[in-house]
């Protein structure tokens, strides 16, 4: 159970975040109350770990968006007017964490196996994010579903400089959200949730190429659904 002082730190920590984002230009003011209703359900449900595993792939997020944004502003390929994120991009990152929180506070779930799968989550969101931002650098991109060569930042578009970084991002992610929601060294449960950020990357770009390109699908659908995928994956493999 969270102490009351726990709770304060969680809404100081939420609001300033949030109030820093926004001025930045790092979120709208929409995305900015999002995320601040996102990370108090995370660092009241979850703890103050989960909350800071998902701010820092959060400011992970930012960079790799602001990374070169007038080549991807010359490309047509930028996050927003000038990769500034709004709810939907809040909400597409944030929904699948915050529902694996409340789960396993309603539900008294505690110990090693939950952390593990809402790292899983939040590695898919990790690579994924690092994979389209990095990516659409790239001069070769190709289909995921043909392997023909693409322009960069279409849906389904892959590259070996975009899954590079997706490997690094969800590795990194996997390693510190060991350190700070679990408290210990890394053990080799922690290539669980690396491989199902890995994983999930491919599965949001296949969507992508596919239901999402036919109109079946939008973006946030796309990645609350690989985000899923990733956690539910990994909670087979831990019974």
């Given at each position: 159970?969270?102490?009351?002082?726990?709770?304060?730190?969680?809404?100081?920590?939420?609001?300033?975040?949030?109030?820093?984002?926004?001025?930045?230009?790092?979120?709208?003011?929409?995305?900015?109350?999002?995320?601040?209703?996102?990370?108090?359900?995370?660092?009241?449900?979850?703890?103050?770990?989960?909350?800071?595993?998902?701010?820092?792939?959060?400011?992970?997020?930012?960079?790799?968006?602001?990374?070169?944004?007038?080549?991807?502003?010359?490309?047509?390929?930028?996050?927003?007017?000038?990769g500034e994120?709004?709810?939907?991009?809040?909400?597409?990152?944030?929904?699948?964490?915050?529902?694996?929180?409340?789960?396993?506070?309603?539900?008294?779930?505690?110990?090693?196996?939950?952390?593990?799968?809402?790292?899983?989550?939040?590695?898919?969101?990790?690579?994924?994010?690092?994979?389209?931002?990095?990516?659409?650098?790239?001069?070769?991109?190709?289909?995921?579903?043909?392997?023909?060569?693409?322009?960069?930042?279409?849906?389904?578009?892959?590259?070996?400089?975009?899954?590079?970084?997706?490997?690094?991002?969800?590795?990194?992610?996997?390693?510190?959200?060991?350190?700070?929601?679990?408290?210990?060294?890394?053990?080799?449960?922690?290539?669980?949730?690396?491989a199902m950020?890995?994983?999930?990357?491919?599965?949001?770009?296949?969507?992508?190429?596919?239901?999402?390109?036919?109109?079946?699908?939008?973006?946030?659908?796309?990645?609350?659904?690989?985000?899923?995928?990733?956690?539910?994956?990994?909670?087979?493999?831990?019974?």
């Open positions: 159970m969270i102490t009351i002082e726990q709770m304060v730190t969680v809404l100081l920590l939420c609001a300033a975040l949030s109030i820093l984002s926004w001025k930045l230009g790092l979120l709208t003011l929409d995305g900015s109350l999002a995320s601040f209703a996102v990370g108090m359900v995370l660092g009241i449900c979850g703890g103050i770990g989960w909350l800071l595993l998902l701010v820092l792939f959060a400011f992970i997020g930012f960079a790799v968006t602001k990374y070169k944004m007038e080549q991807k502003v010359r490309r047509k390929v930028q996050e927003g007017r000038n994120r709004g709810y939907r991009n809040v909400l597409a990152n944030g929904a699948v964490p915050m529902a694996i929180a409340l789960f396993t506070f309603l539900a008294g779930w505690e110990g090693q196996v939950p952390s593990l799968i809402y790292m899983s989550a939040v590695c898919v969101a990790a690579a994924d994010t690092t994979a389209s931002e990095l990516g659409v650098l790239s001069d070769r991109t190709y289909m995921i579903t043909t392997f023909k060569r693409v322009p960069a930042g279409v849906d389904g578009g892959v590259s070996l400089y975009g899954t590079a970084w997706a490997v690094a991002a969800s590795a990194f992610a996997a390693l510190v959200g060991w350190v700070v929601i679990l408290g210990s060294v890394p053990g080799p449960l922690v290539l669980i949730p690396a950020g890995i994983l999930g990357c491919f599965i949001d770009s296949l969507i992508g190429a596919t239901l999402e390109t036919q109109g079946l699908i939008t973006k946030l659908w796309n990645n609350i659904t690989s985000m899923a995928f990733g956690a539910i994956v990994a909670l087979i493999m831990l019974f």
